[in-house]
């Protein structure tokens, strides 16, 4: 069996073990790659928490500043392990989405204790700070890498939807399920995705391939990488 991984290649590296494992070979097809930003770390005075939606907003708050004793409080478990792996020393994970984030964070830390530094991209899902600002907060939001979309798809991955090869096609961001659409719809090759499943971590990830003609679509029970995982095992499971 196959997957099309489409998560920058950071992530994509983690869960192709994972697959592998389970005796799926996993082709990384990166739609967004991650480049380092030109905006400074702000003063970490007054700053009570680092808010951290994506491990790529991790690495780049561990590349920028040698500071671990700030807590950190990341949007799910993989972000929460990545920041643990940089050496952060007070990890929280809210084991799902921005909503999930700014509710453990309402309930952990006080308004009036500081404001948040939330380290996040380019381009953002959600309103974190929005939303914890109608609590009180204050939340200054510190852009420290780039997340650039791909332009097209490899001639590999191309060969690959064209012949029907791919079991499953993995979504973990709107974004990245809505750039795949276009550049598979410019590639010429959505009559491939017949014989695939696409295995998405969200309601709104899979909105944004629902035009395109996959075999099937599943949406992950939660917006974790385990809860897609366990879409997987239950598919590889059923009886072909």
Do not use: W
Not at 45 to 58: E, F, K
Not at 219 to 237: F, N, S, W
């Amino acid at each position: 069996m196959r997957a099309l991984i489409t998560r920058p290649r950071a992530e994509a590296e983690a869960l192709a073990v994972l697959l592998g494992e389970r005796g799926i070979e996993a082709v990384i097809e990166p739609l967004i790659e991650i480049a380092d930003g030109t905006m400074a770390l702000p003063e970490l005075d007054g700053v009570q928490a680092i808010l951290c939606t994506s491990a790529n907003g991790v690495r780049a708050m561990a590349r920028a500043s040698v500071e671990r004793r700030l807590p950190v409080f990341a949007v799910g478990d993989a972000t929460a392990a990545r920041a643990r792996a940089e050496g952060f020393r007070h990890v929280e994970s809210a084991g799902g989405d921005v909503e999930d984030l700014a509710y453990l964070v309402g309930r952990r830390l006080k308004p009036q204790d500081g404001k948040l530094l939330h380290i996040a991209g380019s381009t953002i899902a959600g309103d974190l700070a929005a939303a914890l600002g109608a609590e009180g907060f204050t939340v200054e939001r510190a852009v420290l890498y780039d997340a650039s979309p791909a332009v097209a798809l490899t001639s590999a991955t191309v060969r690959a939807i064209g012949d029907g090869a791919f079991d499953f096609a993995v979504f973990f961001s709107p974004r990245t399920a809505a750039i795949f659409a276009r550049l598979a719809e410019e590639a010429g090759v959505l009559a491939g995705l017949r014989l695939t499943v696409a295995v998405s971590i969200s309601a709104a990830a899979d909105a944004m391939v629902a035009d395109l003609p996959f075999r099937h679509r599943i949406i992950a029970e939660k917006p974790t990488q385990a809860a897609l995982v366990a879409c997987i095992d239950r598919l590889v499971g059923q009886p072909a």
